[in-house]
């Protein structure tokens, strides 16, 4: 089992920039990959950013060259903090931003129904 909690929640202005963090907990390992997603009010959940367990990233195209992502391992593997820069940030970043675990332990994909854990969500509002 894996616990994820985020924190980072904010509300900015236009251009400004914003850096969530998730700390991961319990069997981190299990999960070859772990990354953030997003849902805004009416819209579906969807994929911001992941990061492989050797340090592979992935972007959503909107994503590119504004968000970056990234982690810190503890040297047992036992804690996993991930975190999401994010620089740029316009209005239509506002969302409910979620940190979640892949279910597989040897490769990774988007699709939401494949990550098992999830955090609680934080609330990031441009203005």
């Known amino acids: 089992h894996v616990q994820l909690v985020e924190s980072g929640r904010g509300s900015v202005q236009a251009g400004g920039s914003l850096r969530l963090s998730c700390a991961a907990s319990?069997?981190?390992?299990?999960?070859?990959?772990m990354g953030w997603f997003r849902q805004a009010p009416g819209k579906e959940r969807e994929v911001v950013a992941y990061?492989?367990?050797?340090?592979?990233?992935?972007?959503?195209?909107s994503e590119k060259g504004r968000f970056t992502i990234s982690q810190d391992i503890s040297q047992d593997n036992a804690k996993k903090t991930l975190y999401l820069l994010m620089n740029s940030l316009k209005p239509e970043d506002t969302a409910m931003y979620y940190c979640?675990?892949?279910?597989?332990?040897?490769?990774?994909?988007?699709?939401?129904?494949?990550?098992?854990?999830w955090g609680q969500g934080t609330q990031v509002t441009v203005s």
């Open positions: 990061i492989t367990r050797r340090s592979s990233t992935y972007y959503a195209d």
């Open positions: 319990g069997n981190t390992y299990s999960s070859y990959c």
């Open positions: 979640a675990a892949h279910r597989s332990t040897v490769l990774c994909s988007t699709a939401k129904a494949d990550f098992r854990y």
